[in-house]
């Protein structure tokens, strides 16, 4: 996901602005984050070879979370 709501501040977050801030202010946040569609719990994640995103546990009613998806997950 590119977006998530903070549940700290209220703000819903880009991915690339939260990546940008500094460590310490993203270590108090980056699991204290939900879906912006469903509510479920998300986190922050960033790496080198990654660009920054947030991932979440959808809930079943998310429009946020694919039937593409879904369908890929049950075939693994």
Known sequence: ????????????WDAT????????????????????GCGGRAMFKAGLR????FAARHRQDCPLSTKAWSVFRYLQ
């Not at 500094?22 to 204290?32: F, K, L, M, N, V």
């Not at 990654?50 to 995103?53: E, I, L, N, Q």
């Open 17 to 36: 602005e939260f990546g940008s801030k500094d460590e310490s202010w993203q270590e108090r946040r980056r699991r204290q984050l939900a879906c912006l």
């Open 50 to 53: 990654r660009a920054a995103f």
């Open 1 to 12: 996901m590119n977006r998530a709501l903070s549940l700290v501040d209220g703000k819903a």
